[in-house]
């Protein structure tokens, strides 16, 4: 169980990467030059970009004398102020003829806080609620479930120490690795997100079988960039462990584990859990590089090498006597946004309805994760599809809109908001529906042609078989009404039609959707629309 045994996969010089042996020479143009590839990068890594100075083109690490150490992060500092960035020495490595520094260079507060959206999964029990009132309340766990009371959504989860629902926290951190949530007396959404230069957006879901169609619901409408899989120490990888690890794989998240309860688990016990979750990892089909985190420059390694989707940095923490912690919470901080949402920002705008509320004063509001384009208060939108209405459809104003809390004037593709709008009735919005900007292509669809997979069943499936599609936040049951092979067992694969059953919805080709009925689970892709 030592990281020796595993090889990082090597870093490519690519997306938000940069190497360079040193920045010695004060020329305004060639400052400029190198603040414009520096805003390139940033662009790349969704506001943050790490640097590795002292390298050189071929990947050797030279190293920087005291002197050229000095000039050159100076001149850093320049060209990091011409951009609105700034950035803090992350690691320190000897080279061969000095020290090799890398940096993380992040957008200043000034512009939106760079945002990670990361899904909590794993069995009920293994503490993922409880880790992540620990994170965000700055607060270490009683062993009696106060850590957990803090971010459940019901009294009924307080009760039976059980989420059942999706509920959503965030963590924020300044340029130092300070959280900013232990800078302020009692968790508040607008100071983190006001006061952040990183954001890392902590989405619990249900750990027990019973709930997993919310959690399906939690994974689909929120578009992770990472999954943190919590696995308790003292009970290993039980219940749903394999099953939600599967289904991250199925929908390439890269995800890394955390396993809790270290302080009441034996040695023994732990060494075991590790060698359980060491031998799935390394199972055919999953081939994943388990790596234990133990020091600063692990988490760093570890966080660089995330994207890659081989590397499952493992961390061991207790949420009692904090051991662990402050490894994990660096990770967090270094952990670069997956999704290129800059790419997405030209397109129409389109969110898919996740919550609604009946505010009073307000009327209806409604939230969900923005998937694409960009939308302003004041603004017209569209919002459907409905039901047994002549018009799918209908055009209403954005009356305001709310960003954790905060109130903005504008909104962009990766940022999850809420959005007021009066002008239509509470009741007749739903989970699933969603807000399109005037100029999208307003699509009402009743079947959809997909090739699937199916990735768990206990006999046989055939036409009329009637799954529930998870796709963005729609959850409906749809039929197969035709398919190419006489029946699919566990593993197959085939292009088959699917009917919704109540109602028509907006689905788009190329859509990756999962589906399951009972013990039965799939993933598919959409062809056709109909």
């Known amino acids: 169980m030592h990281n020796e045994n595993y090889e990082l996969p090597k870093e490519i010089e690519n997306g938000n990467i940069e190497y360079k042996l040193k920045v010695v020479i004060n020329d305004s143009e060639r400052l400029e030059e190198l603040a414009t590839q520096l805003n390139y990068r940033l662009n790349e890594g969704g506001g943050e970009a790490f640097y590795e100075l002292g390298v050189s083109n071929e990947g050797e690490l030279i190293g920087l004398s005291e002197e050229e150490a000095k000039i050159t992060l100076t001149n850093f500092e320049k060209i990091c102020k011409r951009v609105n960035a700034s950035f803090i020495v992350v690691r320190e490595t000897e080279g ?11 957008r200043t507060i000034d512009s939106p806080p760079v945002t990670t959206s990361v899904v909590l999964i794993g069995n009920a029990d293994a ?46 951190f300044n340029m130092e690795n ?7 007396p009692n968790y508040n959404e607008s100071e983190i997100y006001l006061r952040s230069s990183k954001i890392v957006n902590l989405i619990d879901l249900a750990g027990h079988e019973r709930y997993l169609k919310t959690t399906l619901r ?22 749903t462990f394999k099953e939600h690890l599967g289904i991250s794989l199925a929908l390439r998240i890269p995800a890394f584990i955390v396993v809790t309860k270290t302080d009441i688990a034996p040695k023994d016990r732990l060494k075991q859990t590790l060698n359980d979750i060491f031998h799935v990892l390394k199972l055919p089909g999953i081939n994943q590089i388990p790596f234990v985190i133990k020091s600063k420059d692990d988490t760093v390694l570890a966080a660089r090498n995330m994207k890659s989707g081989r590397i499952v940095p ?33 397109k129409p705008f389109k969110c898919y309805i996740d919550e609604l509320f009946n505010v009073s004063g307000v009327g209806t509001v409604v939230s969900g994760l923005v998937e694409e384009g960009t939308i302003s208060t004041g603004e017209d939108v569209f919002v459907g599809p409905f039901i047994g209405e002549r018009k799918m459809y209908r055009k209403v104003k954005i009356k305001s809109i ?36 005037t100029n999208a292509k307003l699509i009402s669809v009743t079947k959809f042609k997909a090739d699937i997979k199916v990735l768990h069943h206990p006999t046989t499936i055939k036409v009329g078989y009637s799954p529930v599609i998870h796709l963005h936040t729609i959850r409906q049951t749809a039929r197969i009404i035709s398919m190419t092979k006489d029946a699919l067992r566990t593993g197959d694969s085939d292009i088959v039609t699917f009917q919704f059953i109540q109602r028509p919805e907006h689905v788009e080709e190329n859509e990756v959707f999962l589906f399951r009925e009972g013990r039965t689970k799939g993933i598919g892709v959409v062809l056709e629309t109909y």
Do not use: C
């Open 402 to 437: 709310q960003i954790n809390r905060v109130f903005v004037n504008r909104v962009l593709a990766g940022q999850s908001a809420t959005f007021a709008i009066p002008e239509v009735d509470y009741d007749e919005v739903r989970k699933g529906m969603v807000l399109l900007g």
């Open 96 to 106: 061969k003829k000095g020290k090799v520094y890398e940096l993380l260079i992040r």
């Open 178 to 184: 300070v959280t900013i949530n232990s800078t302020l």
């Open 127 to 172: 503490g993922k609620s409880t880790i992540k009132g620990v994170l965000v309340y700055n607060t270490l766990d009683d062993g009696n479930g106060l850590a957990m009371s803090k971010v459940a959504r019901y009294i009924h989860e307080i009760k039976m120490r059980r989420t059942s629902s999706v509920s959503a926290h965030i963590l924020g």
């Open 218 to 239: 939690g994974i689909t409408g929120n578009l992770p960039d990472y999954a943190m899989l919590v696995v308790a120490a003292n009970s290993g990888i039980v219940g």
């Open 314 to 346: 493992i961390f061991l923490v207790s949420n009692v006597n904090g051991f662990g912690l402050e490894n994990l919470k660096s990770f967090l901080n270094l952990l670069p946004p997956r999704l290129r949402w800059y790419e997405k920002v030209t």
